[in-house]
């Protein structure tokens, strides 16, 4: 019997097809086959190698081996690229205004709408940026009455007691907790006033409850930036990848963060009504600074444009969350939605990456006891001096501070601008902040649609609709430009004359001027361009602050440091989440 011609016919087709699309196309054809790919499958089987890395929390270190293999760009998927340069890299991607990508609102959206940070567009990002960038430039926070004043009462009556305390009796501390803890009391009152903001220094169990309820999601992050689809249908299937307590997580903290949201309002609604402006004996640290400047500045702006800072038509968009934002107003307009996501994204980033730092920084330093002393005698010289407890400045005795929120007693703190031109202190900082980037992750962006492509390191012709990333675990570990990229040596961010001053002298010529110019190019832990971090001088000033404070007063010791080990993570922190040491009084 003879076999029918066309079902053979089409079958042929069909696998001719088939071969052209999976094998020919991509090996020979595909836009970004000139290219060298991290892994040899990724030409045929796309993303799946790099998925299955991510997925195992190994991103960051098989990219950077990647890049010293191949060079500055590399494949990382089917349509995916890193990219590991300043010229022709994240100068063009990241001052260039290339568009986020939709891993973004996939992995960071809050109360069902778009933070500042997860909008994809420049438009509506750049139009929220400008209604606060004013209260988070470093002249503002160096001057800030309200942070001065939360300062020295933050200082006085929470973070120093404690850690007299735990000098006093010898006792080992979890530090990486601490840090949270003092990050987080630092970052809400700034945002909401200290009245309103956090007292997790002092009330552990919340402490403990927020901190567990804010990283009990992070093992299930992948689904929603990777695969959000599995995560979906895997919920209509009734088996979902990402279980019931991370959607109780999240709901407990949009609802904890409402409150204070709420509070600050109650507290501009009285100050409004009483005119406290004018009442010299107002507390200047219960001033919502944050959230008075954005909600001000959003609602002012919609005003003029109901559009401006909302998503452009087509984009991403979140799954509506269950939340409690009822304020009697519009139920159809996501404005106070918006304010609350863009409070509850600023305390969980402006917190936790000030932590992470703080804690590599002392883990760093408590293994080098000499570094320390040449800490201690730099911050000597600061005006006053961080002495605690204080002294009363008429029996020069030492007292007790006045407890109460509104007075810090006799205890008073060094100008911003002074502890910021210390040059051992930047320099402890910013090779931490390189060593230890607290975001070392990717931070993806899409190749612009323009004639002929774009450039990307030696690689011309780059589509458009490409997702490129950069990230600072990679930049940062650059040999040729921080010599010995792996060790922790300060002293590389000192100018020459200064690296003689502090004895910090190395084998290696990296301080000349031109190449801390050229290190000071290659430095990303904030990132660059329009949608650097916001809160980049509020961090340096409060981690310099805290340091300071620290080793005017006390050494310290490593206790335990197993699980010091950084996840490989967009976020890091330790594999065991804590570091112990114990505080000595010098």
Request: net charge negative; proline share 7%; charged share 20%.
């Amino acid at each position: 019997m003879a076999v029918p011609l066309l079902p053979i016919l089409a079958l042929t087709a069909l696998a001719l097809l088939s071969f052209y699309k999976f094998i020919i196309h991509p090996l020979f054809f595909h836009p970004l086959r000139h290219i060298p790919s991290a892994h040899w499958s990724i030409p045929i089987f796309g993303d799946l190698w790099i998925a299955y890395q991510r997925y195992h929390e190994k991103n960051n270190t098989v990219t950077h081996a990647a890049h010293v293999k191949y060079g500055s760009v590399v494949r990382m998927g089917a349509n995916e690229l890193s990219v590991n340069c300043v010229d022709n890299g994240i100068k063009t991607i990241y001052s260039g205004g290339w568009e986020k990508h939709a891993w973004y609102p996939q992995r960071f959206g809050s109360y069902g709408v778009m933070n500042m940070f997860s909008t994809i567009h420049h438009q509506p990002h750049s139009q929220k940026k400008r209604t606060m960038a004013n209260v988070y430039s470093k002249t503002h926070i160096a001057s800030s009455p309200q942070i001065a004043a939360n300062s020295r009462t933050l200082f006085s009556t929470r973070f120093l007691p404690l850690l007299q305390t735990l000098s006093t009796t010898g006792q080992a501390v979890d530090v990486h907790d601490l840090n949270n803890a003092f990050t987080m009391d630092f970052m809400s009152a700034y945002q909401f006033g200290l009245r309103a903001g956090t007292n997790l220094t002092q009330d552990v169990a919340t402490r403990h409850r927020v901190l567990h309820e804010y990283h009990c999601r992070r093992p299930y992050e992948f689904f929603s930036a990777e695969i959000p689809w599995l995560k979906s249908l895997s919920r209509k299937l009734g088996w979902p990848v990402v279980p019931q307590f991370v959607d109780d997580a999240n709901m407990y903290l949009e609802n904890w963060n409402a409150s204070m949201c709420r509070e600050a309002d109650r507290y501009l609604t009285t100050s409004a009504s009483n005119d406290t402006d004018a009442d010299s004996s107002s507390y200047a640290g219960d001033d919502p600074v944050v959230y008075r400047q954005f909600k001000t500045g959003i609602t002012k702006l919609r005003e003029k444009d109901p559009s401006a800072g909302r998503a452009v038509a087509g984009q991403v968009t979140l799954p509506t969350i269950r939340h409690d934002v009822d304020d009697g107003t519009d139920p159809n307009d996501t404005t106070t939605a918006e304010v609350y996501s863009e409070m509850l994204d600023q305390l969980g980033a402006g917190h936790e990456t000030s932590a992470i730092a703080l804690t590599y920084l002392y883990w760093e330093l408590s293994k080098m006891p000499a570094l320390q002393k040449q800490l201690r005698e730099e911050l000597l010289t600061l005006t006053p001096t961080i002495v605690w407890p204080p002294k009363n400045a008429d029996t020069d005795t030492d007292t007790d501070t006045d407890t109460s929120v509104n007075s810090p007693g006799h205890f008073q703190l060094p100008e911003p601008k002074q502890i910021d031109a210390l040059p051992l202190l930047h320099a402890i900082v910013m090779e931490t902040l390189r060593l230890h980037s607290p975001i070392p992750g990717i931070e993806p962006r899409i190749s612009p649609h323009v004639p002929g492509g774009s450039t990307l390191g030696p690689y011309a012709g780059i589509p458009g609709g490409v997702r490129v990333s950069s990230m600072p675990y990679s930049l940062h570990r650059n040999e040729v430009v921080f010599p010995d990229a792996e060790s922790f040596r300060p002293e590389r961010w000192l100018p020459p004359q200064t690296t003689e001053e502090y004895h910090l002298s190395s084998s290696h010529s990296y301080t000349s001027e031109d190449h801390l110019k050229e290190m000071h190019r290659w430095f990303w832990a904030f990132g660059s361009g329009g949608r650097m971090c916001i809160g980049s001088h509020l961090a340096l000033q409060e981690m310099k602050l805290l340091v300071a404070a620290l080793y005017s007063n006390w050494t310290t010791e490593i206790v335990d440091d197993e699980g010091i080990e950084e996840v490989d993570a967009y976020t890091t922190r330790p594999t065991s989440n804590r570091l112990t040491l114990r505080l000595m009084r010098v």
